[in-house]
């Protein structure tokens, strides 16, 4: 829609590992005949270090992906310069880099924030958007010794955990939508200026053995640009989809699409979304499928819990507080154009085909 509009190319660019690779070629060749170039790159692939002995799990490097990991969105930078991406995206008179995670949905182009950023002169931007209680891992901006830095949870000392998720003590996190420029991040590369903090993520693998995974931010770059700052966005910029509770709300009418951009129904009186919490049962996405016949009308919820052997019939209306509540051998049927509005429903409830 933005190169159709403007009539400009601005190409998509995936970031994979090598676990997503190979599936996101498959999905990409769908696009082939769409106006979007879609461009593609690895990040790199380093060894777990088993948590015992701190050696290295591959002996080789053709050992099997078990040994190996992505080391976090902190790799971009890098990866982008090794993949030449960033010479030819310059040799193309491209200058600017919009990076947002794939599953926040919010994330598109905006061109206010652009014209910003040239005006400002600014070599990176952070997008950050208002705390509420259910962000409290969310990284925040620091002025740390004068420089402009992201402090994550995990470098967070657990003596101080309370104060990091206060909402009052900061109030704003980074929702890494971030505004870059390429001849600066060519410039940090090539001057070996980079020096991202190190998290450490402690994993067990299948076969049990623990294995430590030094990762970084791509965030926290944000020191080494020049008047690189935050910038204060609504919330409708924020809209990740990691959970089918995510996915819910997003398949619903609380939302449509229009150009590739989600938007609120305005008929929905509250501009907060609702609290939505489904249970095991609703944890694939196959399953979660499954257990709707059609997504149900939820422009008056304020929250809903779901848990147990529960499914809903086409045309269900869910308003106010909605929990539903299928014990341990029980199933729950929600009728056809069923309105739920602050009900607990619990127990045993079964339609039968007649």
């Known amino acids: 829609?933005?190169?159709?509009?403007?009539?400009?190319?601005?190409p998509f660019i995936l970031m994979n590992s090598f676990n997503t690779d190979e599936e996101t070629k498959r999905i990409v060749q769908k696009y082939g005949n769409q106006n979007v170039r879609i461009l593609t790159f690895n990040q790199s692939r380093y060894p777990r270090v088993n948590k015992e002995s701190f050696l290295p799990m591959p002996r080789s490097p053709n050992d099997d992906s078990s040994g190996?990991?992505?080391?976090?969105?902190?790799?971009?930078?890098?990866s982008l310069v090794n993949s030449g991406l960033v010479d030819l995206l310059?040799?193309?008179?491209?200058?600017?880099?919009?990076?947002?995670n794939v599953d926040n949905l919010g994330a598109v182009v905006d061109l206010n924030i652009l014209n910003h950023m040239v005006e400002s002169d600014s070599e990176f931007i952070m997008e950050v958007t208002d705390k509420t209680r259910a962000d409290i891992k969310g990284g925040t901006l620091i002025d740390y010794e004068g420089v402009i830095?992201?402090?994550?949870?995990?470098?967070?000392?657990?003596?101080?955990?309370?104060?990091?998720?206060?909402?009052?003590?900061?109030?704003?996190?980074?929702?890494?939508?971030?505004?870059?420029?390429?001849?600066?991040?060519?410039?940090?590369?090539?001057?070996?200026?980079?020096?991202?903090?190190?998290i450490v993520n402690n994993k067990t693998l299948d076969?049990?053995?623990k294995v430590l995974q030094l990762e970084t931010a791509v965030g926290a770059g944000i020191k080494?640009?020049?008047?690189?700052h935050g910038i204060n966005v609504p919330r409708k910029r924020f809209l990740p989809v990691k959970s089918t509770s995510d996915l819910f709300l997003v398949t619903s009418d609380l939302y449509s699409l229009h150009h590739g951009e989600l938007r609120m129904n305005p008929q929905r009186v509250f501009p907060t979304v609702p609290l939505v919490k489904l249970g095991d049962e609703f944890k694939k996405v196959f399953n979660f499928l499954s257990r709707f016949e059609s997504p149900p009308?939820?422009?008056?919820l304020d929250h809903l819990t779901v848990t147990g052997d529960v499914t809903f019939g086409a045309g269900v209306q869910l308003r106010?507080?909605?929990i539903i509540v299928a014990n341990h051998g029980s199933r729950i049927d929600i009728p056809p154009g069923a309105i739920l509005e602050n009900k607990v429903v619990s127990g045993n409830l079964r339609i039968l085909d007649h």
């Not at 829609?1 to 601005?10: A, C, E, I, R």
């Open 149 to 198: 830095q992201l402090l994550e949870v995990a470098q967070v000392p657990p003596g101080h955990i309370e104060d990091f998720k206060s909402i009052k003590k900061f109030r704003i996190f980074n929702t890494n939508n971030l505004w870059m420029s390429l001849k600066a991040i060519k410039r940090v590369i090539d001057n070996k200026e980079l020096e991202l903090e190190v």
């Open 1 to 10: 829609y933005l190169n159709k509009k403007y009539k400009v190319n601005v």
């Open 68 to 78: 190996w990991y992505p080391p976090g969105h902190g790799d971009l930078y890098e």
């Open 320 to 322: 106010g507080t909605v």
């Open 90 to 100: 310059l040799s193309e008179g491209k200058e600017y880099l919009f990076v947002s």
């Open 224 to 228: 080494h640009f020049k008047n690189a």
């Open 297 to 300: 009308h939820i422009l008056e």
């Open 207 to 209: 076969s049990g053995v």
